[in-house]
């Protein structure tokens, strides 16, 4: 089956430092999207990208579909950006099911 | 504006027993539905998807059982629950094959 891959696995930011998450996947997929999981648990969606540039905020997303892997920028982060980001692609298989990557767990300091 | 519910949100339950968890969907029709379980090490697995009532898919092989007895509810379940079981355990839905979003998640904790 198709394999997600993301990096880092770990991340340790100062407050106010941008960074970059990557998401790198075996196969065609029809859809792409990005979460953000909270102390909590809650994942939160942040972008259905499955091709090309979007941007909420701070954040933006950029997929290469051709290519095979997608981009998370993070900029002027903020220790709320802590948690886990997930990607997670639909590889066109049975109804829109999600194959998630391992996520980079993100640790912003004050 | 649709909103999902879970319950309960914690669990304790011991090895043996059964279990039954909840999902509901709210300001949407005919969703997909999906249950997935996020075990140590942060990666979440699909479980079991439905694409209407009564109709339900399993993509693992395991203890645990869903269904799908109303089109905007989703069950879990499990007759006899086993120390493996335990995990957080999210209920998502989508509109065709769109974005999906993500219940509160249930904590499973087996004893």
């Known amino acids: 089956g198709i394999q997600v891959e993301q990096s880092p696995p770990d991340l340790i930011l100062q407050e106010g430092a941008n960074s970059t998450l990557r998401c790198n996947f075996s196969d065609s997929v029809n859809n792409l999207q990005w979460f953000h999981q909270n102390p909590w648990g809650q994942l939160i969606n942040l972008f259905y990208i499955p091709s090309g540039t979007k941007q909420n905020g701070r954040l933006s997303a950029t997929t290469v579909a051709t290519e095979r892997y997608s981009l998370l920028y993070i900029s002027s982060s903020q220790t709320t950006d802590s948690g886990v980001y997930f990607c997670?692609?639909?590889?066109?298989?049975?109804?829109?099911?999600?194959?998630f990557g391992k996520g980079t767990k993100l640790s912003v300091k004050p | 504006s649709q909103t999902i519910h879970q319950w309960p949100a914690t669990l304790v339950q011991p090895v043996g027993s059964p279990l039954s968890l909840e999902c509901t969907v709210e300001g949407t029709s005919n969703p997909n539905l999906y249950w997935y379980r996020q075990a140590a090490g942060r990666g979440l697995q699909l479980l079991f998807y439905s694409v209407g009532i009564g109709q339900i898919s399993s993509e693992v092989p395991q203890n645990l059982s869903a269904s799908r007895p109303q089109d905007r509810q989703f069950i879990l379940s499990s007759k006899k629950l086993l120390l493996s079981d335990s995990g957080f355990y999210l209920c998502?839905?989508?509109?065709?094959?769109?974005?999906?979003?993500f219940g509160p998640g249930t904590r499973l904790t087996v004893l």
């Open positions: 997670a692609v639909d590889y066109g298989g049975s109804q829109g099911n999600l194959i």
């Open positions: 998502a839905w989508s509109v065709l094959s769109n974005t999906q979003y």
